[in-house]
């Protein structure tokens, strides 16, 4: 068996679309296991680009794909972005878990009235209802993608949560604007569309495990935005580092040969929350736009830093990461320096590690090692330059990459320098022996 977990090591938006994308030519299924509609993974075929928010990126590869019971699904995006696929003539080879949770119009009703309330402890959510359909899922009250394709079970489990929901919403002064009748019909119809993709995923997937079959697990969001293990409370909903593919898609532990962690050439996130190598320059405007650092789901421009080294080595050890995918070091190019935040002061004091609390890091200032930049590729030279590998790169890029690799002590097995599959440099085939 091969079973590779793909996570990302930052605040997200690591590039793990096109990361994903291009090692699933070697695999046989590949598994979104956590988040919902508030993570975009977007991959670039020869010029085309695909922009999923649920379906898993394997799609465009016309692999088998699994949507796994820590997702949680909007029904209605989901089906979008199946037609979408249709319309250019891919029809998706899509299982989704009887187990996954379903959002609903109110949840995405109480994450806008939650984060009004929260003022300045808010967290900088997508208002998607991703953190609402969490709290039903942890509260033992919510449904499940079992039930919306069950009418009569579906119109029960309505007709006792309605009033419940319409309360919650009335608490914050919202309006509660959908009727029970609404809803169960909606949602009828989403469920008699998605019938026959729902069903025991964790039964076949383990059977094709140990059948030998080669499986990519498709992280969502980043490190740093995990429920437990990332900067509370200004993260995501739900547990998003690599021991989450066990629990959002039923595998035990032992059937896990190697993780990779996707790192971006320097730090970008959306929302609220610190961010100490943040640049508020105009070197972090050239990387914003040079990137295209707006989110894939919202539209927001990101905030963006150079790559952060204690939040870098925590991520390799909470993961428990084989291997560093690098990505976007076309981005950086053009710059006559570019820098790594190898540690932190704070009041004075030298900290290596990332601090748990919110608070402390909103007070870290960045300690920077300073290296020589590198000339970018003229149009449509890229891809020549991949094709050529690594020892094709120009010096000053190759000695930033060695620098990442020693100070997280962790080699690189895959290098990307421009969006597209074929700017992709591999080091190391992860699905290899």
């Known amino acids: 068996m091969t079973c590779v977990v793909i996570v990302g090591t930052q605040w997200g938006d690591e590039g793990k679309g096109k990361v994903v994308d291009y090692f699933a030519g070697k695999a046989d299924i590949v598994v979104r296991f956590s988040g919902g509609n508030n993570a975009g993974h977007t991959v ?10 649920l379906m898993p990126c394997g799609a465009v590869r016309g692999k088998q ?36 949770h379903v959002i609903f119009p109110y949840h995405g009703t109480l994450d806008e009235l939650e984060e009004q309330f929260k003022g300045k402890m808010k967290a900088g959510t997508t208002k998607r209802g991703i953190g609402p359909c969490y709290e039903d899922k942890a509260g033992r009250f919510g449904l499940r993608m079992c039930d919306i394709v069950n009418k009569e079970m579906l119109k029960e489990k309505i007709e006792h949560l309605f009033k419940l929901k319409e309360k919650q919403i009335q608490v914050y002064g919202g309006k509660f604007d959908f009727t029970k009748e609404q809803l169960i019909e909606e949602y009828t119809a989403y469920g008699a569309k998605l019938k026959s993709c729902v069903g025991d995923v964790n039964l076949s997937l383990n059977k094709a495990i ?63 929350g610190p961010l100490p190598t943040e640049l508020l320059d105009e070197t972090g405007e050239y990387i914003r736009k040079k990137g295209a650092e707006f ?18 080595k925590y991520a390799c050890r909470v993961n428990g990461i084989n291997w560093l995918a690098i990505t976007k ?36 200032k960045p300690v920077y ?23 094709e790169l120009p010096k000053e890029l190759k000695d930033y990459v060695a620098e990442v690799s020693k100070l997280s002590n962790t080699s690189p097995c895959l290098i990307s320098i421009g969006p597209g599959r074929e700017e992709t440099i591999i080091l190391k085939d992860v699905f290899g022996k």
């Not at 059948?211 to 935005?225: I, P, R």
């Open 65 to 100: 794909l699994i949507i796994g019971n820590g997702v949680v699904v909007d029904p209605k995006v989901l089906l979008e972005e199946i037609e979408l696929l249709k319309k250019d003539g891919i029809t998706p080879k899509l299982s989704i878990s009887e187990r996954a």
């Open 295 to 312: 989110g894939t789901t919202t539209g927001r421009p990101r905030r963006v830093g150079w790559l952060d080294m204690p939040a870098l």
């Open 44 to 53: 670039v075929v020869k010029g085309k680009k695909y922009a999923f928010h």
């Open 210 to 272: 140990d059948e030998g079959k080669k499986v990519l697990f498709e992280g969502t969001q980043g490190t740093m935005l995990d429920i437990d293990h990332g900067i509370y409370p200004v993260g995501t909903s739900c547990n998003v580092i690599a021991g989450a593919a066990c629990t959002g898609a039923g595998v035990g532990p032992t059937k896990i040969d190697t993780v990779v962690g996707l790192a971006k050439a320097y730090v970008s996130r959306v929302g609220e």
């Open 369 to 391: 090692k300073e290296m020589k930049g590198w000339k970018g590729f003229a149009e449509g030279q890229a891809e020549g330059v991949a094709k050529n590998g690594f020892d």
């Open 329 to 364: 070091l076309d981005v950086l190019a053009g710059l006559e320096k570019v820098k790594i935040c190898t540690a932190y002061t704070i009041d004075k004091k030298v900290l290596e590690d990332i601090p748990s609390s919110c608070e402390l890091l909103s007070r870290c």
